[in-house]
């Protein structure tokens, strides 16, 4: 059965009668308990759980710390290149919008893996706009073997690949995958993405699994928060993540949720996420996925981020710019824009003043 399977079973109009029919007594029973079933789950996400957040937190808080301590692993995002061949109507990248469209060279690349290990990082994500023309496997493996020189952990966010793709990927020393649905919602996704290859959802939707049967070591999941109603969205990332982490027990699973940021274009969020939906989409994940990592990225702002310390979240970027060669200097467009511009260094002592460690590896590539 694949995920697509799974998702049949639960229809949104269905997902958001039960979440909006939970009632205070039902996040009371829920909240006494000290594991959670998949209808739990409908009940940390209701509106009536809104009201219980600092319960949720407590709860959240002891659930983080016993099970991944008091530790944050920092990574940084390193844009490859930013060509794309898809409209996303919410995408910077969108190939209608007018970039500066480039990519790096292998000399270009070696300057920014310098420029992001010389600030202590070791976690790299590599990012490239969906191309194949102008970012080829043979051109992301030659970037792996380059900056394997400088990083211990190498993930990618690239275009959707074959099986085998990734299995060439892993053997040239990439680790982790990360790749966002963007959005559950089948109906919402068409009209998001016009055209482009990222037009099939079914293809994207199944995407993680290739990733995890290919031998990738973490498999990072995850919807663009503000696309489609956040309630039925934040249900789906974890039905996804729990489908994941209970067929392949052998990867790290994690999920993301990152917020609509403002980019180049004109797009207009339809289902703004506020703050307190956010803590909330964050809590509920963690009491439900207790083992699961959890990124927050520089999308949000310093002092949120901050506050979000020990309530889950297990992986943090730091230093991160969204531009093609923006580690050496400034290029123009990135993909969005950061709201969280601290160094890592900022970022490291914060986390020491929070009684928490910094962690810059811990993993090696063998």
Not at 41 to 65: C, D, N, Q, W
Not at 88 to 98: A, E, P, Q, R, T
Not at 153 to 167: D, F, G, T
Request: hydrophobic share 35%.
């Amino acid at each position: 059965m694949s995920f697509y399977d799974v998702l049949q079973k639960y229809e949104q109009n269905t997902v958001l009668e039960r979440i909006q029919s939970v009632s205070k007594r039902e996040v009371e029973v829920v909240l006494s308990k000290e594991s959670f079933s998949i209808d739990d789950y409908f009940v940390l996400i209701s509106p009536a759980a809104s009201g219980f957040l600092e319960e949720m937190a407590r709860k959240a808080h002891r659930i983080t710390l016993q099970h991944f301590g008091r530790v944050m692993v920092l990574y940084a995002p390193l844009y490859l290149a930013n060509y794309c061949v898809n409209s996303c109507l919410y995408c910077g990248f969108n190939v209608h919008n007018g970039l500066d469209r480039r990519k790096l060279t292998m000399e270009e690349l070696k300057i920014e893996a310098k420029a992001i290990s010389q600030m202590g990082i070791r976690h790299i994500l590599i990012l490239t706009g969906e191309s194949r023309k102008h970012s080829s496997v043979d051109y992301i493996m030659e970037c792996v073997r380059v900056i394997s020189e400088y990083f211990t952990s190498v993930s990618i966010e690239v275009y959707p690949l074959e099986e085998e793709e990734y299995m060439l990927l892993v053997n040239s020393g990439v680790d982790g995958l990360t790749i966002y649905q963007e959005v559950y919602d089948e109906g919402v996704y068409k009209i998001m993405h016009p055209s482009g290859p990222k037009k099939d959802y079914r293809y994207r939707l199944d995407t993680p699994e290739r990733g995890c049967r290919s031998g990738m070591r973490s498999v990072g999941i995850g919807a663009l928060m503000g696309l489609a109603n956040w309630r039925a969205e934040a249900f789906y990332t974890v039905l996804h993540a729990h489908y994941l982490t209970s067929k392949y027990p052998e990867v790290e699973i994690s999920i993301s949720i990152p917020r609509m940021r403002p980019h180049t274009g004109n797009f207009q969020v339809p289902s703004p996420v506020s703050d307190r939906d956010f803590v909330q989409i964050l809590l509920a994940a963690r009491l439900f996925l207790k083992h699961v990592g959890i990124t927050v990225s520089t999308r949000e702002r310093s002092s949120f981020r901050d506050n979000l310390i020990g309530l889950g979240v297990t992986r943090m970027s730091a230093g991160s710019v969204t531009e093609v060669g923006g580690y050496n200097e400034k290029r123009g467009d990135g993909q969005f824009e950061i709201s969280d511009d601290r160094s890592v260094e900022d970022i490291r002592q914060m986390l020491y003043s929070k009684g928490f460690q910094p962690v810059f590896k811990d993993w090696q590539f063998i």
